[in-house]
């Protein structure tokens, strides 16, 4: 799949600012480049999209790299001034809501949720990955890349945990996937900003969340591994992990599904 000629119109008319590019290194770090060049041109919600990403990051600093025009790669400005800084630690959360609720409504048959913080799996496998970074500077704005495999055909799949659209048989319009990604991440921060992540917000995050109730091990940042039950999202967002009688409350980690796919 190469970008449309008629590029993204639906997509254009949620983002202020969508720039379109044929191939880059990495989105987050292309629209980063952008923004410190000149942050006035780059408002809220200001986005990079290519179908060719040819240095992807995700969590943990791992690298990843995909056939050109089988995945769509989009970055977006977040400014989050107006966000409570106590309720930040959800806006990975919400952006793998939003990602989950625009991957379902195309894939109207399959099983859609997310796996702990924000990677989406569609019938337990990884359809789509997030990256949230924090820019420098005391506003905390960030800085929040996706990738979502469109055309990717069953073979080119990196590992047998993943899938695409194309590997399920299923056509997907990227302008549309687009659109409504940006549109639930605009509407889940402009909920954070007047109302902080309350119970309403986390009751959605939750209902998303498949990894709640599966035996997991979370690979920490430290290099460490915890391996328990994971019980349920506290307050700040984070993973509440049982093991035997203590429960670990993680804000960071990957987590593989002990029992499950994924």
Not at 31 to 46: F, G, I, K, Q, S
Not at 49 to 56: K, L, P
Not at 230 to 240: N, P
Request: net charge negative; aromatic share 2%; hydrophobic share 45%.
């Amino acid at each position: 799949m190469t970008i449309p000629e008629k590029g993204y119109p639906r997509a254009a008319a949620v983002s202020p600012r969508l720039h379109v590019v044929e191939h880059t290194d990495s989105t987050n770090a292309h629209l980063r480049r952008d923004v410190e060049a000149d942050p006035d041109a780059h408002p809220h919600l200001a986005a990079l999209v290519t179908t060719d990403q040819r240095e992807g990051r995700g969590r943990l600093d791992r690298s990843w790299t995909t056939p050109p025009g089988t995945a769509l790669a989009v970055s977006v400005l977040l400014r989050v001034a107006a966000v409570p800084v106590h309720s930040r630690g959800w806006i990975p959360l919400v952006a793998g809501l939003a990602m989950s609720d625009a991957v379902a409504a195309q894939l109207r048959n399959s099983t859609v949720g997310v796996k702990w913080p924000n990677d989406v799996l569609v019938d337990g496998r990884k359809i789509s990955g997030i990256l949230a970074e924090v820019l420098p500077g005391d506003a905390g704005d960030v800085i929040l890349g996706a990738g979502v495999n469109t055309t990717m055909a069953e073979v080119d799949l990196p590992v047998s945990t993943a899938t695409s659209f194309a590997a399920m048989g299923a056509a997907v319009d990227e302008d549309r996937l687009l659109a409504d990604f940006l549109a639930g991440v605009r509407d889940h921060i402009a909920h954070l900003a007047v109302n902080g992540a309350d119970e309403g917000l986390r009751e959605r995050v939750a209902a998303a969340c498949v990894t709640l109730g599966e035996e997991v091990t979370v690979s920490l940042p430290g290099g460490e591994a915890l391996t328990g039950r994971a019980e349920r999202l506290d307050e700040d967002g984070r993973l509440v992990v049982r093991t035997g009688e203590a429960e670990t409350a993680v804000g960071a980690g990957d987590v593989v599904h002990v029992r499950g796919i994924g």
